[in-house]
């Protein structure tokens, strides 16, 4: 398959005529115009760079674009416009108007590795999904992806207690993406083990809401983690040209 | 010490709960537990062990991903052992990558002795103690043939498809020991949990996605994408002739459970298929009561099932 196959055949590309005769030959019907859209002149000649100084892409410039991650891909099987393998291919190009057609899907990876196994590059795939994933978040281009907000709920619960609590997670979340903990089917797996299983489901949410977990002795390391955090994120912005806030 | 005990020094490990264990994995852990007291094991917990940081804190940072396993690989040191059981395949993993990671990257190796001397605990040095999962824990101080011969209510009749996710086996580099032929483990083609289930009479069925993602990393941020996943887990299971899917990882078996109701709530696609962890499925067949391993404590309700095939 040819590196551009996706370019070339974009719907908004696509022209219909339902008479058109050209040269005495009917070419009535739909076709494609990408002949007309060839050139590219917009690279962003530091993308590979920055891509590959957040953590998870330090990989990338190994890839020999064989495919072989796209072809083992989770979502690619279920979304085909998830195609790891061309976009690693554009940011090595350093294409990044065209990967940023892609902007609002590349959070989906599902970190199964399925990629990282299959490449013959040790690439990490894998990690350089996340990088991007994080790169666009950074760079302002797209707003925080609710695996981010999760990840970040999820991450602080540990830095700050040492352990973390699903219930207290799942709640965190649901509130910080604006979800009712009421949809029904979270209803219907709720009740139908509380049907079968009253006193202990309720005494167990109860006790993990009044006492928290927590690991003894943590706070040491609590802080030594926060000040890490600090410094990779100073880290992060700085390899991105960012200002000590960053484009949020 | 019963005289066929295949890797003695087994016998006695750390055990290393990890988070999901304690909420909504506790099933799982009691029956790993119930089971190791049935084969006469010991298993020590960690003291003040933390959480591995599960698929979330290593977008964060690898290295502090790193460092948390670090420092309970560390207390499993001070604790003086030298192999940790780990039975959730995210902590499995991440103990088995912090080992990789501090033996072969010098940025990880800086950051755990920066992290664990400011903690003020001991930096663990790699090579001190194996992580080992329950399956590799029953499988080498056990063995299928001790197994079998403590069975007394064979799984006889039970159709299982055995399920691995993604952490027990990929990627494949943190898990050194695997592949190596005759009685190692594979990872495209795990089999530890199929043996200990066919040692205690079940009938595995040839599931070809025993290797499959279930969304897990995403169970609630793209709840659409793991409906999708695990629903074709399920169905092919089905399809295989499955009565019951065998887990052996605290997030994809709630993973398996939640999706089975939300598919059906969602998207209108039943499935019966039982959801059920291996050492549930292996206490019973040692003799212990449903409720001994926590079987009223599963979404799925298998209690029909389970009844109907004399178990429990
Ligand atoms: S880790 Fe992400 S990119 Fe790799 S195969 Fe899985 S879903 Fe695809
Ligand atoms: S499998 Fe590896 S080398 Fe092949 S296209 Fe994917 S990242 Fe590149």
Known sequence: MPIHEKTLIRPENLVTHEHLEIDGVDVSGHWSTFIESRAVTDYNENLQEEISALAGGENIHRCWQCGSCTNACTVNAINPDFNPRYWIYLIRMGMEEELLRDKDIIWQCVSCNKCTYACPRDVVPEGVMKATAHWLELKGHTPESPSTIFDDGFSQQVFDTGKIEDSRVMRGFFKGTGQSLTQPWLVAMVTGLIKRFPLFYLIRMGWQTVFRPKTRGWGRASRAIHEYVEEVEAANRAALGLDAKGAK | ?312
Not at chain 2, 86 to 102: I, S, V
Not at chain 2, 233 to 251: K, M, S, Y
Not at chain 2, 283 to 304: C, I, T, Y
Request: with cysteine; net charge neutral.
């Open chain 2, 1 to 312: 010490m019963p005289k066929d005990l295949k890797d003695p020094s087994l016998k006695k490990v750390a055990y290393y709960p990890g988070c999901a264990l304690e909420g909504t994995g506790h099933a799982y852990n009691k029956s790993t537990k119930a089971v190791g007291k049935e084969l006469g094991l010991d298993l020590v917990e960690l003291k003040n062990w933390n959480c591995c940081g599960a698929m979330e804190v290593k977008n964060i940072d690898p290295n502090i991903q790193t460092y948390l396993s670090a420092r309970n690989l560390s207390i499993a040191e001070d604790m003086g052992f030298d192999t940790v059981m780990a039975p959730c395949n995210g902590c499995y993993h991440n103990l088995k990558k912090a080992e990789y990671d501090l033996a072969n990257d010098e940025g990880s190796k800086e950051v755990n002795a920066r992290l664990s001397g400011k903690a003020g605990h001991a930096t663990y040095a790699p090579g001190k103690v194996e992580t080992i999962h329950s399956l590799d824990w029953i499988k080498r101080a056990i063995g299928e043939e001790e197994l079998s011969k403590r069975v007394k209510n064979s799984l006889k009749g039970l159709k299982i498809a055995n399920y691995y996710g993604c952490m027990y086996s990929r990627p494949r580099h943190i898990f050194p020991e695997k592949d190596k032929g005759e009685g190692s483990e594979s990872t495209s083609k795990p089999h530890f949990m199929d043996d200990l289930l066919a040692a205690a009479g079940a009938e595995n069925v040839d599931y070809p996605l025993k290797t499959a993602c279930c969304g897990g990393a995403h169970t609630l941020s793209d709840s659409d994408t793991s409906t999708k996943l695990v629903l074709n887990l399920l169905t092919t299971a089905e399809a295989c002739g499955a009565d019951v899917i065998a887990t052996e990882c605290p997030t994809c078996h709630t993973g398996l459970e939640m999706h089975q109701i939300r598919a059906e709530k969602v998207l209108g696609r039943k499935t019966n298929v039982k959801i059920l962890y291996f050492t549930q499925l292996l206490g019973m067949a040692l003799g212990l009561s449903a409720g001994k391993v926590g079987v009223n404590e599963n979404f799925s309700d298998s209690r029909a099932l389970l009844k109907e095939k004399g178990l429990g």
